[in-house]
């Protein structure tokens, strides 16, 4: 089952514009992470933020979580091309395992 | 090797022919996950290993699937009597830790199934 849900499904941007997305979540948690896959490829790690933790910085990456919402976001400033992709949030719930959510696909226009 | 390595990565079979998905992981991970990817979705859960064992089979959608680890390290992913509703890319996943505590996922690039 699908515990993370993004918002938005779709996302396009100008090249230099932010893109901010969110994840929503049904249970208590260890950790959320996010990932990126290309087209055609696997995942790829981007952040991992701790259930103790409220905001982490990466890069041009920038998550917070609210547990008290049970919510997270994912905010990539001066987005570029290369940042056209399927972002995936996913929950570490004591269960074992991580379970993705549905994605954004975000599209960065030149 | 430096990277999960998934094969093969294409496969396209007939309806009712069984197939072997492979997935060897970074070594020293004990930890490996099957997921199953469908067209333009996301991830769904199939089973997770410790080691050889798998505490967790629960995703696996129907007895026509199986998997096993030996060695602490390959993994395959078996498919009897394919249905055309298989048909999706397999990922596999491998971690340095696992069990109550899921850290970074490390994936392959997938196998895709075609199931004709």
């Known amino acids: 089952s699908q515990q993370g849900e993004e918002d938005p499904q779709a996302l396009s941007i100008q090249e230099g514009e932010n893109a901010t997305m969110n994840c929503s979540y049904k249970?208590?948690?260890?950790?959320l992470q996010w990932y990126r896959q290309n087209s055609g490829r696997g995942l790829v790690h981007l952040i991992l933020i701790r259930s103790n933790e409220r905001e982490k910085h990466s890069g041009r990456l920038r998550v917070t979580l609210d547990t008290s919402k049970k919510s997270s976001s994912l905010l990539i400033t001066a987005s570029r091309a290369a940042d056209t992709a399927s972002y995936f949030c996913?929950?570490?719930?004591?269960?074992?395992?991580?379970?993705f959510g549905a994605g954004t696909t975000v599209t960065v226009r030149a | 090797g430096a990277g999960v390595s998934q094969s093969p990565s294409n496969k396209v079979t007939e309806k009712g022919k069984d197939v072997e998905l492979r997935c060897d992981p970074i070594?020293?991970?004990?930890?490996l996950y099957w997921y199953r990817q469908s067209l333009g979705q996301g991830l769904e859960f199939l089973i997770y290993?410790?080691?050889?064992?798998?505490?967790?089979k629960s995703g696996l959608p129907s007895d026509r699937f199986s998997a096993e680890r030996t060695g602490g390290s390959v993994s395959t992913l078996t498919i009897q009597r394919t249905q055309q509703e298989d048909s999706a890319v397999y990922l596999c996943a491998s971690s340095s830790s696992g069990g109550y505590y899921t850290g970074e996922l490390f994936f392959g690039e997938g196998s895709r199934l075609t199931v004709l």
């Open positions: 070594s020293g991970h004990t930890a």
């Open positions: 996913a929950t570490d719930g004591n269960d074992y395992k991580l379970s």
């Open positions: 290993f410790q080691g050889n064992s798998a505490p967790d």
């Open positions: 249970t208590s948690i260890n950790n």
